[in-house]
């Protein structure tokens, strides 16, 4: 859950929210409002249109998808499909769906609704075809019906891996294939494939968009107003920049949720959600800065959850920013990254860990043996004076601000570290900072973020193909290079069913990439979030995106 480059959104405002109690029959506890302190807004309520955490954190508890990823894992497990059997050689797919489950707005959801929206996204057009409207789309399924626009689609694939889908009965739904992929699965439990009623999607204009500077405006009132799934909890208002509010769904097909509402409040900074979390102004909040945790476990009305290590964080290059296409200047930026010192500041706190590849170690497919870069900036120097550069190299270095990730808990701090470093080894670096939403992240998908930019992903499920094929499956703007040689391994990889050979061939594809030089992956992390101890029942995922039907809050007002 950025997620990958899991990514954006809005924030700021600061109001006291007024617990509200509820009666719960049947749960044995009286049911409370349960304020999450968020790092900012989310984007957008609209599943496919997003990718980062703080939009997708309750969107999952609005939505459901086919598929799901069991609680406090990253195993995939049903969800809306009972099961699923594959056929044609892993090219058809089809579901046996739950019955008796509604939307909502009340309409039913079968295998219609599951179909229409899968053909709402493959026949997506204009602004929704921007990368940084579907990232997740075309990340796993390529291109469009009708292929225009920025797509990120792989040269030689601009026809997409979905080719259809048919209703074979009320309950069960068939869906079509270009090509075997051993990823599919795994990918439908990502919440960007939630299932919308389609009769709010329709209603509420949820494919009304235009672009204005390059970059996607949703102008429909679905994803703001109008988010409409088959999850624990509905959608009840939106106030931006003060808190997002969801009521428990009283018709949820499954277990009934515990709370009766979720607010989730933007607030900006980690010491205002670290004294928000003290004072009972919320009572959870994620992303706990490293230098706070000490605060926390010394408080005894307060508690520490740790999430396990399943992410990336680091420095991507942009090849189409001269001299970056140049392999010996990508090599002195590795070179000039004092990428030990940072993890080993009080940025991270002792929670993470030096990374040597673009994914966990933790995944099949990893490769210990990838060429190591290890901080030298007298190799940097030599590196950029033998590709005829004159020093010091003026690079445009750029960092997000008014956001903190999983992976990323200070970027500020962590620009100046590395720019520091890069000083030291020949480079001439020129900040650039800018909101993580929508001016940061817009400029780092579409290729206008520098030379160099801050970036890094939370994972989605327990599969190799989720953090190297979100990267580097496909030519992307983000890192504006086509090297054939990556994208087809990768291609060969998803489409391998053969677990042996799949992990040989991801294995592969690390020693390439990391001898290539794309990017430079810094860090791996242990993320915490810091709750009231009255809080129970939540479950600390790797992959970020907790069910919050599980919770229960147990304190007075």
Known sequence: ????????????????????????????????????????????????????????????????????????TARVGPSLARSFKASNKGRTYTFALRKGVRFHDNTQFNAQAVCFNFKRWYNFKGPFQSSAATSYWQSIFGGFQTTVGNTSAPVGQQQSLFRSCQVVNRYTARINLTRPSASFIGALSLPSFSISSPAALRRYEADKAELRGGSPVF????????????????????????????????????????????????????????????????????????????????NRSLRLLNRPQFNVAYVAINQQQEPMNRLAVRQAVAYGLDRQAVIRSSIYAGRGEVAHAFMPPSLPGYAKNVKKYKYDPARSRRLLQGAGLRLPVRIEFWYPSGVQRPYMPDPPRIFQAFAASLERAGFDVVPRSAPWSPDYLNAAQTGKAGHLHLLGWTGD?????????????????????????????????????????????????????????????????????????????????????????????????
Do not use: C
């Not at 992956?521 to 009231?532: R, V």
């Open 219 to 298: 102008t429909g009132s679905y994803g703001f107003e109008h988010p409409t799934g088959t999850g624990p909890f509905r959608f009840e208002s939106w106030r931006r920049g003060e808190r997002l509010t969801l009521a428990r769904f009283s018709r949820y097909w499954g277990p009934k949720a515990h709370l009766s509402r979720i607010i989730f409040r933007p607030i900006t900074t980690n010491a205002g959600r670290l004294q928000a979390l003290q004072t009972g102004e919320v009572q959870g909040y994620d992303l706990v800065d490293p230098q706070d945790m000490a605060t926390i476990r010394s």
């Open 461 to 557: 499920y327990a599969d190799a193909d989720n953090f190297l094929g979100e990267f580097f499956q496909a030519p992307k703007p983000q890192w504006g290079f086509n090297n054939r040689a990556i994208h087809r391994i990768l291609e060969r990889a998803e489409a391998e069913t053969n677990t042996k050979k799949r992990t040989a061939l991801y294995q592969q594809a690390n020693r390439q990439i990391m001898q290539f030089l794309p990017g430079i992956p810094y860090a791996h992390t242990k993320p915490a979030l810091g709750f009231q101890t009255r809080v129970r029942g939540y479950i600390a995922s790797p992959v970020s995106l907790e069910p919050f039907r599980l919770v229960f809050y147990g304190g007075g007002t």
């Open 1 to 72: 859950m950025a997620r990958r480059l899991r990514k954006p959104v809005a924030l700021l405002a600061v109001a006291l929210v007024a617990l509200t109690a509820a009666s719960l029959g049947g749960a044995g506890h009286q049911s409370r409002t349960l304020v999450f302190g968020a790092s900012r807004d989310p984007l957008i309520l609209d599943p496919i249109l997003v990718s980062d955490g703080e939009s997708l954190r309750p969107i999952r508890q609005i939505f459901e998808g086919l598929m799901t990823v069991v609680p406090g």
